[in-house]
């Protein structure tokens, strides 16, 4: 390899200015993920919690719907 191409070997080596960006991105990827999950587990309680205070709702007035 040449003087020139070892310079430019060098300088691309040193350069990390892509590398902020990726990380940004991966750690955006990380934290939508997160929020995913979290999501989907708090969904299926809150859809169980809302069932069960309905159900008991309706046995507290009769069992009865809307007139």
Same mark, same amino acid.
């Given at each position: 390899? %040449? *003087?020139?191409?070892?310079?430019m070997?060098?300088?691309?080596v040193?350069?990390? &200015?892509?590398?902020? =960006?990726? *990380?940004? %991105?991966?750690?955006?990827?990380l934290? &939508?993920? /997160?929020?995913? /999950?979290?999501?989907?587990?708090? @969904?299926? !309680?809150?859809s =169980?919690t809302? !069932? *069960?205070?309905s *159900? ?5 007035t %009769? @069992?009865?719907?809307?007139?």
């Amino acid at each position: 390899m %040449g *003087e020139r191409s070892m310079s430019m070997f060098r300088r691309f080596v040193k350069d990390d &200015s892509g590398a902020t =960006a990726i *990380e940004y %991105g991966l750690i955006a990827a990380l934290v &939508s993920v /997160a929020i995913i /999950a979290a999501l989907g587990f708090l @969904g299926d !309680n809150l859809s =169980a919690t809302f !069932n *069960e205070v309905s *159900e008991q709702l309706s046995t507290a007035t %009769g @069992g009865g719907g809307a007139p």
